[in-house]
């Protein structure tokens, strides 16, 4: 029979008596606990069971502190006739589940008892010590394992041109430890001129190395200075799978290369780097140095060593992961809704009738308490005013919404529009095939932008269908239709050679398709880094943007007026031009919509623009040609690809199309290479 994992309550007796018995035998590690302090946990929901054949063969007791937002795990217990059947990861698990809404789970083991490698294959990460009350003072370590609450800005912005992580070869150097060259090298990445450019972060490895130092007062030295570095948590499951790409790469291109923990744990970093979006990682390993081309081809990272960060910072800025930046760098931030936080949004987003007050509050509250794992997302915006709330969760291949609020603000209409948006991408990135918004109490302007979107309207709320298809029409149609009759819909279908008209809006509906055999033309756009930061924010801008302008779906670019084929409606892909070095740097970062071109006098584009452009009066008076026009460009929904299509590779996709490439100007590209360059783009790596 299976191992069935469950919850244990004070009146069960039977079940809590054998949980009992069981802790009783194992009082030398984990302490006396009297009866009625396991019925307290059990009638606090702080008690699981793991059942086998009607006998208990482990259980977790753990306790829910009502401040600090994790679950602080008292007692992991198997009995020893069952262990290396997995019962401890089952109870880790269930508690995952059952409380998915905290911040992680948190637990505390005698270091002599030598468990590291259990907690490590757990998931957990050590994370501090402290001294036991026992007459021996024995050390306790610190265990975290991170639920990763993840939502839709989780793409965190650093302030740092370059953010890198670093192994342990490198972090001992900046604590004083090694050799004097090694702490010399280290050292210089905390030169002043660095420190506005420069950002390093610790990924897991690099806890568990230190925590490895036998040594209690240098690891506890090395221990104090992780507290100056950011702490990455990319998730354990994808670590894994990254894990295993890069062993039998490994394996195959360098079989000579022994395949020992020590491997194990330089491939370690490199895989935490890659699964964190960081593309730079920082090591004086001589091993992790031989596995630098390895690295780069199956995880995008870049193997460096410190010197090569100090003199060529710029050229590995520029090789930064191009990463998808919902609020494009504003001042709006955002965070999950806290446990008994829900009282005080009352005033910024409850509405009339059934739902206000009170009875708002505890339909917030229901969500958590729910057996679906809902994010419940606050937004705030520069002023930490509340000015969005929503809570989703991924059913099937349906992206569920039932709360969508905006409150009064200035940017409320801008805002909606971009959290729908944001709300399709984040289907996507799931592999949903639909949203659906079941609040009953949206706001006005939340309606009018849904209304304007694609979504359709129906008594059980909004709808939109995500059709993830780059192809012919009828391909793209097939897959539509698909989508369509299981949410009882039907959708018009497209064959080749439909309009540009029809096919924009098509693509507007259906969302991210694109039909590739259509009349709708594309577009190929150089922009210089400068412009592309301000309108896209890759790279990263060093400062908060304009908010109107991060985070409206709509923006303007200018060029000379001279026409090169322009028209709307058309798709236009973007090419950062104008690297530092050579080709490093030059590449397609993304698309948009080209919703409108425009040929006027400078001023009167410029005021009309003003909001959605990022050039002064001055620079669109530059702008202007010998006839003293200038060319207005207006796009929307602009998709920041996930995979930087280098310069490079650009011009190999022409090449294997038998095109010519020109990057100089704005020019029109045939769909055949628009579709090459974005499923490149869009390719998983």
């Known amino acids: 029979m299976a191992i069935e994992v469950l919850p244990v309550a004070g009146e069960q007796f039977g079940l809590l008596d054998a949980v009992i018995a069981l802790g009783d035998r194992y009082t030398k590690f984990l302490g006396l606990l009297t009866p009625p302090a396991y019925r307290k946990h059990a009638d606090d929901g702080g008690l699981l069971a793991a059942v086998e054949n009607e006998e208990v063969v482990g259980y977790a007791l753990f306790g829910l502190p009502k401040r600090n937002h994790h679950v602080r795990l008292a007692h992991l217990c198997v009995a020893e006739e069952h262990r290396g059947k997995g019962i401890a990861r089952l109870l880790v698990d269930a508690i995952r589940e059952r409380h998915a809404h905290r911040l992680g789970i948190r637990a505390k083991c005698r270091r002599d008892y030598g468990l590291s490698g259990m907690w490590t294959g757990l998931g957990f990460v050590p994370k501090g010590e402290s001294l036991g009350r026992g007459k021996d003072k024995e050390t306790l370590d610190t265990w975290w394992l991170d639920l990763g609450h993840e939502d839709l800005f989780t793409e965190a912005q650093s302030d740092a041109l370059l953010v890198a992580a670093v192994d342990h070869s490198v972090f001992a150097g900046l604590r004083g430890a090694g050799t004097e060259r090694a702490v010399k090298e280290a050292r210089a990445l905390e030169a002043g001129w660095l420190a506005d450019l420069v950002e390093l972060v610790a990924t897991p490895q690099l806890l568990h190395d230190v925590h490895k130092i036998k040594d209690r007062a240098e690891r506890q030295h090395q221990r104090a200075g992780l507290a100056g570095l950011r702490s990455l948590s990319p998730p354990s499951t994808a670590v894994a799978a990254r894990l295993k790409e890069l062993a039998a790469a490994v394996k195959k291109q360098l079989p000579d290369m022994p395949v020992d923990d020590q491997l194990g744990r330089l491939l370690g970093y490199v895989a935490e780097t890659s699964c964190a979006g960081i593309q730079v990682l920082v090591t004086r390993d001589l091993g992790l140095g031989r596995l630098a081309d390895v690295v780069w081809d199956v995880a995008r990272v870049r193997v460096v060593s410190p010197a090569a960060v100090t003199l060529h910072v710029d050229e590995l800025r520029q090789a930064q992961v191009y990463r998808p930046a919902d609020l494009m760098g504003t001042a709006f931030s955002a965070e999950e809704v806290a446990p008994g936080g829900e009282g005080e949004l009352v005033a910024f987003f409850d509405q009339v009738g059934d739902d206000s007050g009170s009875a708002f509050a505890e339909r917030l509250k229901a969500l958590a308490r729910d057996g679906v794992l809902w994010r419940r997302e606050l937004l705030r915006d520069g002023e930490g005013q509340p000015a969005a709330l929503y809570a989703w969760a991924l059913d099937g291949r349906t992206l569920n919404v039932p709360i969508l609020r905006t409150a009064a603000h200035p940017l409320e209409e801008t805002l909606a529009r971009q959290l729908l948006f944001m709300l399709k991408r984040l289907g996507r990135a799931r592999e949903a095939q639909c949203v659906s918004i079941v609040d009953p109490h949206l706001s006005a302007a ?51 050679g439909a309009s540009a008209e029809i096919t924009s809006v098509a693509e507007r509906l259906l969302w991210p398709a694109k039909f590739m055999d259509t009349e709708l033309p594309s577009f190929m756009a150089p922009v210089k880094p400068r412009w592309s930061t301000e309108l896209f924010n890759v790279p990263a801008m060093l400062v908060p943007r304009d908010d109107v302008l991060g985070i409206s779906r709509e923006h303007v670019y200018y060029r000379s007026s001279g026409h090169r084929g322009e028209s709307v409606p058309a798709r236009i892909l973007w090419y950062v031009s104008e690297g530092s070095s050579g080709h490093q740097g030059k590449m397609a970062i993304g698309c948009s919509r080209l919703d409108e071109v425009l040929i006027g006098e400078p001023d009167a584009l410029f005021s009309r623009f003003e909001h959605l452009g990022v050039y002064g009066r001055a620079e669109v008076r530059a702008a202007a040609d010998s006839s003293g026009k200038v060319m207005a460009l207006r796009f929307s929904d602009t998709e920041i690809f996930p995979v930087q299509v280098t310069h490079g590779r650009l011009v190999a996709l022409a090449k294997g199309l038998g095109l010519r490439l020109s990057l100089m100007s704005l020019s029109k590209i045939s769909n055949a290479l628009f579709q090459s360059v974005y499923e490149e783009g869009h390719r998983k790596t």
């Open 446 to 496: 939340a309606v009018k932008a849904a209304g304007a979107d694609g979504f359709t309207e129906d008594e059980s709320g909004f709808t939109a269908l995500l059709v993830d298809v780059c192809g012919p029409a009828e391909a793209v149609s097939e897959v539509a239709g698909a989508i369509a009759a299981r949410k009882g819909r039907t959708v018009p279908r497209l064959g080749p």
